[in-house]
């Protein structure tokens, strides 16, 4: 079983700012994948970026990217030149071994003008 | 483009008075998903389908039933909907059954039940 867990519910970035949003999971298999999902106000959910836990080089998608560390079993997102499009809900998940995603709670992003 | 389209985007029903979601799909996935998504909680698994291969999972409530007549649709019913059943749907879908597949999610349909 997996589980994951975002412990900031609620952050807020200043336009063209850098924020990091945190995720932790714990899991017993040993292939598996990390996710960033958002989720904008009223709008569908879109993947964000993607990990393999077997590839330690830190995945990056423009200004998204993420620092991965395998022993500490941490997945923290960082958006660069935050924009105000940026604003949504993020999910971080985790699938391993079978269909199912494991999702955290959400961690929800404001971006202040 | 191709996506994954969800109607109503809005729901509003009696409590006990059957309701159906619909969702489609224009990416020839092969997998489907039902997720239950509450207020400041994580998106929770209901039902996958690989093709017309049904599966629920297991604390699901008996309430939920769904449907997938082709591979393009799949149906939510919720059958006698309480109070508590009042959340965010979410429609998903994968190419296929492995872990490292991306999963395309429609907008939801937010359900009210008075």
């Known amino acids: 079983a997996q589980t994951v867990t975002q412990s900031q519910p609620e952050m807020s970035v200043q336009e063209a700012e850098t924020v990091t949003l945190s995720c932790t999971y714990d899991?017993?298999?040993?292939?598996?994948?990390l996710f960033w999902y958002k989720q904008p106000p009223s709008r569908q959910m879109i993947l964000v970026i993607r990990?393999?836990?077997?590839?330690?080089q830190n995945a990056t998608e423009n200004r998204f990217s993420v620092n991965f560390q395998k022993a500490a079993k941490s997945f923290s997102l960082k958006i660069s030149d935050s924009q105000l499009g940026d604003a949504a809900m993020y999910f971080c998940?985790?699938?391993?071994?079978?269909?199912?995603?494991?999702f955290g709670k959400g961690t929800k992003l404001s971006v202040i003008p | 483009d191709a996506m994954v389209i969800q109607n109503p985007r809005y729901q509003v029903t009696q409590f006990g008075k059957p309701v159906t979601l619909s969702c489609s799909q224009t990416?020839?996935?092969?997998?489907m998903y039902w997720y239950q998504q509450k207020s400041s909680q994580a998106p929770k698994l209901l039902f996958h389908?690989?093709?017309?291969?049904?599966?629920n999972e297991a604390d699901t409530p008996d309430n939920f039933q769904s449907r997938r007549p082709n591979t393009s649709f799949c149906f939510l019913d919720i059958r006698s909907p309480g109070l508590g059943d009042a959340a965010m749907y979410l429609c998903?879908?994968?190419?296929?059954?492995?872990?490292?597949?991306?999963?395309?999610f429609g907008p939801g349909t937010r359900l009210t039940v008075l």
């Open positions: 998903a879908t994968s190419r296929v059954y492995v872990p490292s597949d991306t999963q395309y």
């Open positions: 899991t017993s298999e040993s292939d598996y994948y």
């Open positions: 990990q393999e836990a077997y590839k330690q």
């Open positions: 998940a985790t699938g391993a071994g079978s269909y199912q995603l494991t």
């Open positions: 990416l020839n996935h092969n997998v």
């Open positions: 389908y690989y093709d017309k291969d049904f599966n």
